[in-house]
């Protein structure tokens, strides 16, 4: 239809072991109630890295004790009212083992939008319980050809 696009971009941190992804619970926004990963906007003059580092602790509660492999992807989601073209920037992360003690804190925030940390299995995650991102990442972990491929999710269910 003739509905606005907008652009949004983000920032994201993606945790794995034994084929189990580090992942946060959506309170608000168009992925609400789904799986998400740890990330998101920038601040004002904060780089990639900064947003990474700040983002994944504000939103679980672990320190990122590094990161490698930055790729980025977009994918369009159709909602009521407008297109969103989300951009998400990727960075392999390796996490403190324990939570730091300031994470009751993040995640009593108002400001924070994720309801608590989960581990889930690559193979559980699928569009009626997962955002786009993690969909996009299993894309990439079960070398989908259309990994690099325009994706877009029409009349995208909020649930």
């Keep these: ?18 084929n189990r992804v580090l992942c946060i619970k959506k309170t608000k926004g168009p992925y609400k ?25 504000e939103e679980t509660g672990y320190l990122v004790n ?15 009212e407008r297109t969103v073209r989300h951009m998400m920037v990727f960075y392999d992360v390796e996490i403190e083992t324990y939570q730091s003690k300031e994470i009751q804190t993040f995640l009593g925030d108002e400001k924070n939008d994720s309801a608590g940390v989960y581990w889930l299995d690559i193979s559980e995650l699928n569009i009626t319980n997962a955002s786009p991102l993690l969909l996009k990442l299993k894309q990439e972990i079960m070398n989908d050809d259309n990994l690099l491929e325009k994706t877009e999710y029409k009349s995208w269910k909020i649930l």
């Design 66 to 80: 590094s990161y490698n492999n930055c790729r980025v992807y977009d994918v369009f989601v159709e909602e009521e």
């Design 33 to 57: 109630n789904r799986y998400d990963l740890p990330g998101g906007s920038q601040k004002l003059k904060e780089g990639f890295t900064e947003t990474l580092l700040r983002e994944y602790l």
């Design 1 to 18: 239809g003739g509905n606005m696009t907008v652009d949004y971009l983000g920032v994201y941190g993606v945790c794995l072991k034994d």
